[in-house]
């Protein structure tokens, strides 16, 4: 069923979750939610606590906005009507149903598109958006595979790696292995020369993240894996690139449109450390985002062009981030190597992705009504 035209598209902003991001999506709600054209779309705030209960909560982006180091939280008390909320399984008339004990479910009303502002697991990864697909109901970003594929660090890899783009060389660290012959894996490990970087496979904000300066200090490169594994049982460690961190967004087209790119910009890390969780949430004397990034026109054109081709190669829609390594002191001229995509970057207004686009004349409400406008144009199911 398609949107009636005539009426404001109902958009459900949905965020909070399970993962460790919980409070980094609520940040990102409270931006959408002051950007979002009340007057253009009729919106309901859907909060996910961090045991999975889905809630009807206050749609006020105060009540969500980060205050000096304190990230917010979805509870319970930040319902505005009893009971929890499920989306509908009919898929001729999707929307959410709210249940509570003791009473039969009562219809919220019809959803027109939901706004998944999830990061990490249980969110990002496919998960919410199989939900969404199985109710038949429009969402922002992309699909199951792509949102999968890129919330696993070693599978995008496979990927991109096959489609001719330079990675980071890397190891995969199963849970198996690692509880069963520990110096088999470290021994494996150690091929990729110093320093590494050890990160949990399947999540994101550089969370479980640690360098280890010598891979051959088994201590510290046990110490570093066993805290990847705190936050995801799948480990990747990967050799460090040199290079300046380059990124850039992609937005997908309408129709048969093409996707485009945004300008390029670089994250300038001001301190001896890298750019891990506080340095991108918490301390802003940190790091310095510059945009555009101070590049050689040629080398941005062709970041921007091959990120679209990241973008496609993976199956994205909606939005991505495509975050690069440039050695431009490699002898055959600027290398650029892939970290990762991210298909639900941060989206405060001072977020990497929204000043990108904004450098490119693509303000902050805009680029909210755009992805929005896309997710309502595209068909539901397979496409």
């Known amino acids: 069923m398609s949107p009636d035209p005539s009426a404001r598209p109902r958009v459900a902003v949905l965020f ?27 919106v309901v705030a859907v909060g996910i606590t961090r045991d999975g209960a889905w809630l009807l909560v206050d749609d006020d982006p105060a009540v969500w906005a980060l205050r000096g180091r304190d ?28 249940v509570q004990a003791g009473a039969a479910p009562a219809p919220l009303g019809a959803v027109d598109v939901v706004l998944p502002l999830l990061h990490g697991p249980y969110g990002e990864d496919g998960t919410v958006q199989g939900l969404l697909e199985l109710a038949g109901t429009r969402y922002v970003g992309s699909g199951v595979l792509a949102s999968a594929a890129c919330m696993d660090k070693h599978t995008m890899k496979v990927l991109l790696q096959h489609a001719g783009f330079a990675v980071a060389d890397w190891e995969l660290v199963q849970p198996r292995e690692w509880r069963h012959d520990p110096a088999a894996v470290v021994a494996r490990v150690q091929r990729l020369g110093a320093p590494v970087f050890v990160k949990p496979s399947r999540a994101g904000s550089s969370f479980g993240i640690t360098r280890v300066g010598d891979p051959s200090d088994q201590a510290a490169l046990v110490a570093a894996l066993e805290e990847a594994a705190r ?14 961190e ?19 910009g670089e994250i300038v890390v001001l301190t001896d450390g890298f750019y891990d969780f506080d340095a991108k949430y918490l301390d802003g004397d940190a790091v310095r985002l510059d945009t555009p990034a101070r590049l050689d026109r040629a080398v941005a054109d062709r970041l921007r062009a091959e990120s679209v081709r990241a973008f496609e190669a993976l199956g994205c829609e909606g939005l991505a981030r ?7 002191s490699a002898p055959d001229g600027p290398r650029a190597v892939v970290n990762e995509v991210n298909t639900m970057p941060g989206f405060t207004a001072t977020s990497m992705y929204p000043r990108l686009w904004a450098e490119a004349g693509v303000d902050y409400p805009e680029l909210v009504d755009r992805l929005l406008r896309l997710a309502l144009a595209r068909e539901v199911g397979l496409r």
């Open 16 to 42: 909070g979750g399970r993962s460790e991001e919980h409070g980094i999506s609520c940040v990102t709600a409270s931006g959408v939610l002051a950007a979002v054209d009340r007057d253009a779309y009729d």
């Open 71 to 98: 990230l917010p939280e979805v509870t319970t008390a930040h319902a505005v009507q009893p009971g929890r909320l499920l989306p509908a399984t009919d898929t001729a008339e999707p929307g959410l149903v709210r």
């Open 231 to 244: 936050h995801d049982p799948r480990v990747l460690v990967e050799t460090a690139v040199r290079g300046r």
């Open 246 to 264: 380059i990124e850039c967004g992609v937005l997908g087209g309408a129709g048969d449109e093409p996707a485009t790119a945004s300008v390029c």
């Open 322 to 328: 495509v975050d690069w390594f440039v050695d431009e």
